[in-house]
C-alpha cells in the first residue's frame, strides 16, 4: 500500500528520482514520532514543485533520506493576496497566520499601526506555523510571513497596480460587501487585506487610508468583530467576490 499518511514540507528540490536529505528534526518527526521506517512513504512538498510521494531509503535517529517516485498533485499557487494586519496577543496572532495560509493568502504581513500594542514579533516562529497550515491543509504552496513593517512605510511604497480592501470598524453596520468596482478594478489580480490591532485605527490613519487611490472601504457587518475574526471574516469576502473559491 503506497499511500502516505504523512505531509512535510521540505526546503529541497522535488522531482522523480529526487534524493531528498531530512534535517534532524524532520528525521525525528517522521521516526521518532510518526514510527515510519525503510520502506514507508511520505507526501513531500516545497512550495515550487507540486507535491511528491517519497519513499523512505534510509531512516536514522539523526538523519535519513527520502526518495522522491511521482507526482501526486502539481504546484497550486494561490490568489495574489497579501493579508496585512497589525499583531496582537501571541496565540491570536498566530490563529491569523495559520487561518491566512489555509484560506490562501500569498504573503502574510505584519504592520505597526498607531494603537499596535506590540513592537516586535517571532518573524521565524510565524513562519513555522504558515509551513505547518500549509501540511495541515493540503496546499502545496507556503505564504511569506514578512518582518514586522510600519504601515506608513508600506503604504508610503504602495504599487499601483494593487487593490486594497480596507477593513474599516468605522464602517460598523454597513453592508459587509466589497463596494462596487470600476471595470479595470473587478479585473485587478492584485490584491490587499488590511486589519488593525484590537485599539482600531487611529482617525489619522482612517483619514489617509479613505483617501488613498487604491482604498476600498469595507464593513464586515453590524458588529464590531475581534481582529483575529475580522481576517478570517475579511478572507471569506474577499475569496467569495475575488478569489479561487468561485
Ligand atoms: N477598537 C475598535 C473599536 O472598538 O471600534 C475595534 C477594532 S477591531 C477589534 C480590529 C480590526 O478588525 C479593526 O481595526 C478592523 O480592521 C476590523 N474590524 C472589526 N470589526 C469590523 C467591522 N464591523 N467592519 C470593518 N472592520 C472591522
Known sequence: MKNAKVRLYVEHPLGAGQSVPLERDQAHYLFGVMRLAVGGFVTLFNGKDGEWRAE??????????????EQTKPLQLPPDLWLI???????????????AAEMGAAQIMPVQTDFTNS????????????VEAAEQCGGTFVPKVTDLQKLERLLADWPEDRQ?????????GKNALLQSFSESESKATKWAILIGPEGGFSSKEREKLQAHPQSHVVSLG??????????????TVWQQTFGDWT
Request: charged share 30%; aromatic share 4%.
Open 56 to 69: 523512505v531509503a534510509q531512516a536514522g535517529k539523526r538523519t535519513g533520506v527520502l526518495v522522491c517516485e
Open 85 to 99: 494586519f497589525a499583531p496582537i496577543k501571541k496565540a491570536r496572532t498566530d490563529f491569523i497566520v495559520e487561518k
Open 119 to 130: 513592537d516586535r514579533i517571532r518573524q521565524d516562529r510565524l513562519q513555522a506555523h504558515a
Open 164 to 172: 486594497l480592501m480596507f477593513c474599516d470598524e468605522g464602517e460598523v
Open 222 to 235: 453590524p458588529r464590531i468583530l475581534r481582529a483575529d475574526t475580522a481576517a478570517v471574516a475579511a478572507m
